[in-house]
């Protein structure tokens, strides 16, 4: 146990804390589909847009999501393949809880 370190533990405790949240999950998968503007996000989850551009920004200091500029709005997708990975895991491994 030694090997690992205790800044990197507080840091994933950070993130499962801040995936904790329903609407933030939901966020994520949206972006694991495809990238995503904030507008969608509003219209699909039926959430205020500052309440999405809050849940946004908080995923974006935890690198869990990126924003790219395409014309006037931003679309949002996973950081990277990590992510990715992490989300397709948890999803698999409580999906199949009932096999």
Same mark, same amino acid.
């Given at each position: #146990?030694?090997? +690992? ?13 801040? #995936? *904790?949240? *329903? ?5 994520? @998968? #949206? ?9 969608? @996000? ?9 309440? +999405? ?13 990126? *924003?790219?500029?395409? *014309?006037?709005?931003? @679309? ?9 990975? +992490? ?13």
């Amino acid at each position: #146990m030694s090997a +690992i370190k205790d800044n990197v533990l507080t840091k994933i405790s950070a993130v499962c804390q801040l #995936m *904790g949240d *329903g609407n933030r999950m939901r966020i994520l @998968f #949206m972006c694991a589909q495809e990238p995503t503007a904030v507008k969608t @996000f509003v219209e699909i989850l039926n959430l205020s847009q500052p309440l +999405i551009s809050h849940h946004l920004r908080l995923l974006k200091e935890q690198r869990l999501i990126k *924003g790219e500029r395409q *014309g006037k709005q931003i @679309f949002y997708s996973l950081y990277d393949d990590h992510v990715h990975c +992490i989300l397709k895991d948890m999803y698999q491994h409580w999906a199949e809880e009932n096999h």
